[in-house]
C-alpha cells in the first residue's frame, strides 16, 4: 500500500495555530487520496510556529500530484489557522513542495497547486485549468473594486480593517490602530499636557522645543538649530521628505513677474537672471495644486488657511540651493507681493514658512498618500483578481503589497475620513486633501511613476547641475537593481515577446489596473496591455519601486525633517501677509500652529516614521512562493546588488551632518504598510 508523508508548517505569527480538524485530499494524475484527518493522538497538532508530519496512505500510487486540498472543520469554536506550507514525500522519495501562507477560516477548503510558477499557457491538464479558473473566479468575488471619493483611483471594497478578507488583514489590529499609535506617540513624546491646548498659542520659537524630543547628531537636531537658514530651506528640496517638487526653470512662467532688479543681490556669477536661467542655475517649485482648496473649518474657534506659493531657487557658485524670491498666490498683484531675502528678518522667514506649510499638505497628500499608498493599492487589487498563486508575476509581487490594503483600509476608517485624526492638526482636513487629490488625478500619468522619468521631466537629472541631490542618484542605483532583478525573473518564464503576448491573465492584470482601478481617467496613459518584455519589465519595476524605495523615499523621514513645527507647520492660524513690513515674531508665532495642533502633529508624524517590529527590507523574502532555482539564484544576486548600494551610501554619510538614508536598502521595506 503507497505511502505518502505529509509535512505541514503553521505559521509562526500570533494566533496562527489552531485546533480544528484539518483533513487533507493528494490529488494526482492517476487518482485521489480519501480525504485524510491529520491527527496525532495525545499530541497538540497545529501549534503556532509547528512543523508537524503525518501518513496518508493510499491502495494505488497517485501519479504525478498536481493538488493538494486543505480543509479546517470546526472543533469547539472556529478557530483560524494560518498554514505555511505542505510538503509531500511521495512513495518513491521525491519531495514536492506546496507553498500555501493563507489563513484557513470558519469551516473552509484550501486548493494548492505545487511551488513552481506557471504561465496559463503552460498548463495542459484539464484539471488544473479549471482549479486556475476556479481560483480566479472565487478572488474577484472576495476582491472588489469601490470608489472611496469620486474622482480617486478605487480601493479595496471594505469599510473597516476587519471586513477585509483575513489573507490580506494585519496580523494584529492593535499594532495598526491610528488613534491609538497617534495617543500612544503622543504620551511618549510626553507632550500630552498639551494634546487638548487648542487655540494656545506657543510664546515664542523656543516655547515650540518644549515638545521636541532631543536625540543627539541627527537631522532633527540639525534642523532645530538651522531652520531660519536659506540653506537649510532650499536642502529639503532635494533630500527632505518631498524631493519631487523641485524643476529646472526654463522660463519665468508670467503668473510670477520676478524682475532682475529683484534678486541681482542674491545671484552671484555676475550674470543677470534671464542669463542664469540660460545657464541653467534656475529651479522653481509651484504648488498650484493649492489653489482654491478649501481649508479646515471643523474647528469653528479656530480659522485655518491655506496658500498655493511658487518659489524660486537659486543654484549659487558652491552649489547650495537657495531661494531668491517667494509669492504665495497665484495670482500677481498689489496684494501678492514676491518676498525676497532682502525684505526685512520676518517677512522673508513667514513667507518660507508658508512655502514650508504647503509643502507638507503637498507631500502628506500627493506624494505619500496618493502617489505610493493609493497607487500601491490599485496595482494589488488588481493582482489578487485576474493573477492565481501559481503566475510567476503573483509571486514576484506578493512580497511587495503586504499589508498595504490593511493600511490603507485602516486609513480610511480612521485617518483620513471624514471626522479622521488627520482633521485634527492638517489645514487640509475636512475635505481638502481630498480636493487636492481629485484635482492631481486629472494629470497623473503611468510615465510618472516610473522614476528615471519622473526625474528628467522636472530636468534635474544632471549629476554635475545638482551634485547633493541624493535622493535622485540613490534612487537611480535601487531603481536599477529592481528592474534587474525583474528582467532576471521575467526572462526565466518569458522566453519571447509572444509567450507575453499569449498571457491572458497578464494582459487582463494590466487592463484592470486601467480600465477600473484607474478607471480610464483621461491622460493617465496607463497601459491596457503590454506587447514586449521590455515593456513588462518597466511595468512590475513601477510596482515594486513604488511599494518599496519610493514609499520609503517619502515616508521614514517624517520626524527627522517635521518634528520641528516650524519648519513643517500642517496649519496656518493667520491668512498669507498680503503686503511687506507687517511681520513681527508675534504675527509668526500666531500664524503657527497651537499648542493642541502641535503635539497631534508631533504624535503623527512620529507614528508614521516607526518602522514594523519584524520589518522585511527589501530584498527579503522568507516566505518562498518561489522554488524554482533559477530564481532563488536571482534573489541573491539582487540581494548581493542592494548590499552594495547599502554600503556605498553608508561610506557616503560617514561625517556628514545631513547624512541621507531614506533610500539605503537596508531601509527599505518590502511593501506599503504604515
Known amino acids: 500500500m503507497p505511502l505518502y508523508t505529509v509535512t505541514v508548517s503553521t505559521g509562526s505569527q500570533w494566533f496562527a495555530g489552531t485546533d480544528d480538524y484539518i483533513y487533507i485530499t493528494l490529488v494526482g494524475t492517476e487518482g485521489s487520496s480519501e480525504k485524510t484527518l491529520l491527527d496525532k493522538a495525545l499530541y497538540n497538532d497545529f501549534e503556532r510556529g509547528a512543523v508537524d ?94 470608489e472611496w471619493q469620486p474622482g480617486f483611483p478605487m480601493s479595496i471594497d471594505a469599510n473597516r480593517h476587519k471586513d477585509l478578507p483575513r489573507d490580506i488583514q494585519f496580523d494584529s489590529e492593535k499594532g495598526v490602530d491610528f488613534v491609538l499609535n497617534y495617543s500612544k506617540a503622543i504620551e511618549n513624546l510626553c507632550v500630552n499636557q498639551f494634546m487638548h491646548m487648542f487655540q494656545s498659542s506657543w510664546s515664542d520659537f523656543g516655547d515650540f522645543e518644549r515638545i521636541f524630543v ?24 532635494l533630500n527632505g521628505c518631498n524631493p519631487v517638487v523641485i524643476q529646472k526653470c526654463t522660463k519665468l512662467p508670467e503668473k510670477f513677474p520676478v524682475t532682475n532688479e529683484m534678486v541681482s543681490v542674491s545671484l552671484e556669477r555676475g550674470l543677470t537672471l534671464e542669463q542664469e536661467i540660460e545657464a541653467g542655475n534656475v529651479y522653481i517649485v509651484d504648488y498650484e495644486v493649492l489653489e482654491d482648496i478649501r481649508p479646515n473649518c471643523t474647528d469653528p474657534c479656530t480659522l485655518q488657511y491655506l496658500a498655493a506659493p ?6 549659487n557658485i558652491e552649489n547650495k540651493i537657495l531661494p531668491i524670491a517667494i509669492q504665495l498666490g497665484q495670482t500677481p498683484g498689489k496684494n501678492n507681493p514676491i518676498f525676497l531675502p532682502t525684505d526685512a528678518q520676518y517677512d522673508w522667514l513667514l513667507a518660507k514658512i508658508w512655502v514650508r506649510s504647503s509643502d507638507f499638505h503637498h507631500h502628506q497628500t500627493i506624494t505619500h498618500l496618493l502617489r505610493t499608498h493609493l497607487m500601491t493599492e490599485v496595482f494589488a487589487v488588481a493582482m489578487y483578481r485576474q ?17 498595504t ?13 471624514e471626522c479622521g485624526l488627520f482633521d485634527k492638526a492638517n489645514a487640509t482636513g475636512g475635505g481638502g486633501h481630498v480636493q487636492m487629490i481629485q484635482k492631481t488625478m486629472k494629470s497623473l500619468t503611468f510615465r510618472s511613476l ?25 534612487g537611480y542605483q535601487v531603481w536599477e537593481a529592481t528592474k534587474s532583478f525583474v528582467s532576471d525573473v521575467v526572462h526565466i518564464y518569458y522566453t519571447s515577446d509572444e509567450t507575453l503576448q499569449k498571457d491572458e491573465e497578464i ?59 516650524p519648519n513643517a507647520p500642517s496649519t496656518m492660524r493667520r491668512p498669507p501677509p498680503t503686503q511687506k513690513g507687517l511681520a513681527n515674531v508675534n504675527v509668526v508665532i500666531e500664524s503657527l500652529p497651537d499648542r493642541g495642533r502641535s503635539s497631534w502633529h508631533l504624535g503623527a508624524v512620529w507614528a508614521l516614521s516607526q518602522y514594523q517590529e519584524g520589518e522585511l527590507y527589501l530584498g527579503m523574502y522568507p516566505d518562498e512562493h518561489f522554488i524554482e532555482k533559477p530564481v532563488k539564484a536571482a534573489m541573491e544576486k539582487f540581494r548581493k546588488q542592494l548590499a552594495e548600494i547599502s554600503g556605498s551610501i553608508k561610506r557616503r554619510n560617514e561625517g556628514k551632518k545631513l547624512p541621507y538614508y531614506n533610500m539605503s536598502p537596508d531601509q527599505i521595506p518590502n511593501s506599503v504598510a504604515v
Open 53 to 146: 508530519s503525518y501518513e496518508v496512505r493510499v491502495e494505488e500510487n497517485l501519479g504525478e500530484i498536481l493538488l493538494v486540498k486543505i480543509e479546517k472543520k470546526k472543533y469547539w469554536v472556529h478557530d483560524d489557522w494560518y498554514c505555511k506550507y505542505i510538503t509531500v514525500k511521495t512513495p518513491s522519495g521525491d519531495y514536492i513542495e506546496f507553498p500555501c501562507f493563507l489563513w484557513l477560516t470558519d469551516d473552509n477548503e484550501v486548493v494548492l497547486r505545487d511551488g513552481r510558477a506557471f504561465l496559463p499557457q503552460d498548463d495542459k491538464t484539464s484539471l488544473v485549468k479549471r482549479h486556475r479558473q476556479k481560483e480566479l473566479e472565487m478572488r474577484r468575488k472576495t476582491y472588489r473594486w469601490k
Open 450 to 474: 516610473c522614476f528615471p522619468d519622473m526625474i528628467k521631466a522636472r530636468a534635474v537629472d544632471d549629476k554635475e547641475e545638482l551634485p547633493t541631490y541624493f535622493y535622485r542618484d540613490d
Open 310 to 315: 511658487i518659489c524660486l531657487i537659486y543654484k
Open 214 to 237: 532631543r536625540i543627539k547628531n541627527t537631522i532633527s537636531e540639525y534642523v532645530l538649530r538651522h531652520w531660519k537658514e536659506d540653506f537649510m530651506f532650499g536642502y529639503q528640496f
Open 387 to 403: 493573477l492565481p498563486a501559481v503566475h510567476p508575476v503573483y509571486k514576484l509581487l506578493i512580497p511587495h503589497i503586504r499589508f
Open 507 to 565: 494582459q487582463a492584470f494590466v487592463k484592470d489596473v486601467c480600465s477600473f482601478g484607474m478607471q480610464d481617467f483621461d491622460q493617465c496613459e496607463f497601459p491596457k496591455s503590454l506587447n514586449s518584455r521590455e515593456a513588462l519589465i518597466e511595468y512590475l519595476t513601477v510596482i515594486v519601486f513604488t511599494a518599496s524605495a519610493q514609499h520609503a523615499a517619502v515616508n521614514f523621514g517624517q520626524y527627522d525633517w517635521y518634528s520641528w513645527i
Open 405 to 417: 490594503m490593511a493600511i490603507n483600509t485602516k486609513a480610511r476608517e480612521q485617518l483620513i475620513c
